[in-house]
């Protein structure tokens, strides 16, 4: 599995925009890229997956280096309801992907 | 639309105790399921995972197993729980082809 390394935590205040960053220098070429997240008590929620193109969701944006070894979650908007921790998950899209979770970054907003 | 279900929600147990905690899915048909346990102040660690009726792997050797008699049921199972086996239990499924997982509510195991 690719390793990664995401800011322990971050902070911003509602309604600014936020980047998440993600590096991932061993992610292999057939790896994508995946962002869940995980409310307080709740589990996991997928929040956007790609592989080389930056890519586009009602959830948020990813933006991709073009060597691939890093990447960038956006919220374009903080509200109080994204407060999470972020995990970024590099994983084959296999018939039976498995997902392994980092210590992932906890995002705090203010109001 | 798809709902993923696990019960309870909060368990008690103490140490040496039977386990079973249950996890079904509607609105799908052949899911992968998955189960993940998350200790306290720690990430998520994939348990099991399950392809079909009967198919179980395992990721990491411990105190726990899991069956899947039905195509939609994942059940977790212990013969005699340890104190390490606290924790909050989850229960994900995906779709036959890699799509994102969907988690379950959790079930927030506590071994005394």
């Known amino acids: 599995d690719a390793k990664t390394t995401q800011p322990n935590s971050m902070e911003s205040n509602e309604e600014e925009p936020v980047h998440l960053p993600c590096n991932h220098s061993?992610?292999?070429?057939?790896?994508?890229i995946h962002w869940y997240r995980q409310l307080p008590s709740q589990g996991p929620e997928y929040v956007i997956h790609g592989l080389t193109s930056n890519v586009n969701n009602r959830m948020a944006s990813l933006a991709i280096a073009e060597d691939r070894k890093s990447s960038t979650l956006i919220l374009h908007r903080a509200t109080l309801r994204d407060a999470a921790v972020y995990y970024c998950i590099p994983a084959l899209r296999t018939s039976y992907g498995k997902l392994t979770f980092g210590q992932g970054t906890i995002l705090t907003v203010h109001p | 639309s798809q709902t993923i279900h696990q019960w309870p929600a909060t368990l008690v147990q103490p140490v040496g105790s039977p386990l079973s905690l249950e996890c079904t899915v509607e609105?799908?048909?052949?899911?992968?399921l998955y189960w993940y346990r998350q200790a306290a102040g720690r990430g998520l660690q994939l348990l099991f995972y399950s392809v079909g009726i009967g198919q179980i792997s395992s990721e990491v050797p411990q105190n726990l197993s899991a069956s899947r008699p039905q195509d939609r049921q994942f059940i977790l199972s212990s013969k005699k729980l340890l104190l390490s086996d606290s924790g909050f239990y989850l229960c994900?499924?995906?779709?036959?082809?890699?799509?994102?997982?969907?988690f379950g509510p959790g079930t927030r195991l506590t071994v005394l």
């Open positions: 609105g799908t048909s052949n899911p992968n």
């Open positions: 994900a499924w995906s779709g036959t082809y890699y799509n994102e997982q969907f």
């Open positions: 061993t992610i292999s070429g057939t790896d994508y």
